[in-house]
T-cell receptor, first 112, second 111 residues
Framework: RKEVEQDPGPFNVPEGATVAFNCTYS??????FFWYRQDCRKEPKLLMS???SGNEDGRFTAQLNRASQYISLLIRDSKLSDSATYLC?????????????FGSGTRLQVQP | DAGITQSPRHKVTETGTPVTLRCHQT?????MYWYRQDPGHGLRLIHY???????DKGEVSDGYSVSRSKTEDFLLTLESATSSQTSVYFC??????????FGSGTRLTVV
């Protein structure tokens, strides 16, 4: 079983739509959680950290459910520029909190 | 800019030849990482460093070695390149428990 699992998509949504991605992680000892965004043929970039209480950054809301070991990302009022692959990321427990493990990503395509 | 650069950006090499990729940072971050990214596998950790001369293996370390003789430089060496090592290689830097900043990547093709 992969440490971090995501639906690969693609999710095709119209501009202005609300879209949600989930991911699950296998190790209950994981402590750090992130969402990254990766554009085609570019490096991943940190979108936001995910905190236990949930957190929001503009149109983006991230939530963590430790009991069920899943993380979610909600994007409201989708823009064409949101089209990208979204990577769910948790710390590698075997390295303490030194290294991260990445999901394979969920692709989002926002259409006009 | 994040102050992390990778070189070369692109490289084509022949099977069996040694290859070294360089990652350079100007941020004085303690942690540096090498990942490879392949379709269907996502990003996989090759090696990482938690200080000068302090390195550890990741999940796909076979066929790779690393060195970190200075805080700012982390080198990845393919001792004898194979076609299975054709990939995009990303270097990243971080402070502990925080998110990474990635370099722009190196596209390596082994023919």
């Amino acid at each position: 079983r992969k440490e971090v699992e995501q639906d690969p998509g693609p999710f095709n949504v119209p501009e202005g739509a609300t879209v949600a991605f989930n991911c699950t992680y296998s190790n209950s000892a994981s402590q750090s959680f992130f969402w990254y965004r990766q554009d085609c043929r570019k490096e991943p970039k940190l979108l936001m950290s995910v905190y236990s209480s949930g957190n929001e950054d503009g149109r983006f809301t991230a939530q963590l459910n430790r009991a069920s070991q899943y993380i979610s990302l909600l994007i409201r009022d989708s823009k064409l520029s949101d089209s990208a692959t979204y990577l769910c990321v948790v710390n590698r427990v075997d390295t303490g909190r030194r290294a991260l493990t990445f999901g394979s990503g969920t692709r989002l395509q926002v259409q006009p | 800019d994040a102050g992390i650069t990778q070189s070369p950006r692109h490289k084509v090499t022949e099977t069996g030849t040694p290859v070294t990729l360089r990652c350079h940072q100007t941020e004085n971050h303690r942690y540096m990482y090498w990942y490879r990214q392949d379709p269907g596998h996502g990003l996989r950790l090759i090696h990482y460093s938690y200080g000068v001369k302090d390195t550890d293996k990741g999940e796909v370390s076979d066929g790779y070695s690393v060195s970190r003789s200075k805080t700012e430089d982390f080198l990845l060496t393919l001792e004898s390149a194979t076609s299975s090592q054709t990939s995009v290689y990303f270097c990243a830097i971080s402070e502990e428990a925080r998110g990474y900043t990635f370099g722009s990547g190196t596209r390596l093709t082994v023919v």
